[in-house]
């Protein structure tokens, strides 16, 4: 009679395989049980918005940094300086002048308001303005709930 493969793997093999094959097995029927299914999905769904929670707490410390950074200028020995952005005059876009005008307008604007008003395609490039704005020190940003709404300085 013939060996199958894994008959043949099973007589070579030493008793660490076959306890890594027998709890791969047990694995395996655990997997069919929808209540150990469902209890992974759960915990990945904590894990996930934990990790959330986390990358948006880095996010609104880098925008500080950010924010800080953007106050501070560079003398010529390289050295930081405490000068504030603000000691001279800030030059933007066209465009950003028109969102600056658009928030003076509405008190406040989010990036879908600015979407919407300059027909962007989406709110990722509002978003960007809106953030690059927020580092020349023009606009600040605050978080309703989901939304972040800028407002002039």
Do not use: W
């Not at 009679?1 to 007589?11: A, H, V, Y």
């Not at 918005?49 to 390289?78: H, Q």
Request: aromatic residues 8%; contains cysteine.
């Amino acid at each position: 009679m013939e060996q199958t493969e894994s008959d043949e793997l099973r007589s070579n093999s030493n008793p660490e395989f076959e306890q890594v094959a027998s709890e791969f097995k047990k694995f395996q029927a655990d997997f069919k049980d929808p209540l150990i299914l469902g209890s992974l999905i759960a915990a990945l769904k904590d894990e996930r918005s934990s990790t959330n929670l986390i990358l948006k707490e880095i996010s609104a410390k880098m925008d500080r940094i950010e924010s800080r950074l953007s106050a501070l200028e560079i003398n010529g020995n390289g050295n930081f300086s405490g000068a504030k952005s603000s000691d001279k005059p800030v030059l933007v876009a066209q465009v950003d002048t028109d969102i600056l005008d658009f928030i003076r307008e509405n008190q406040k604007a989010c990036s879908k308001d600015v979407q919407d008003k300059f027909q962007y395609k989406g709110k990722n490039a509002a978003s960007a303005r809106l953030n690059h704005l927020f580092r020349l020190g023009l606009v600040e940003k605050q978080q309703v709930g989901k939304k972040v709404y800028f407002t002039l300085k």
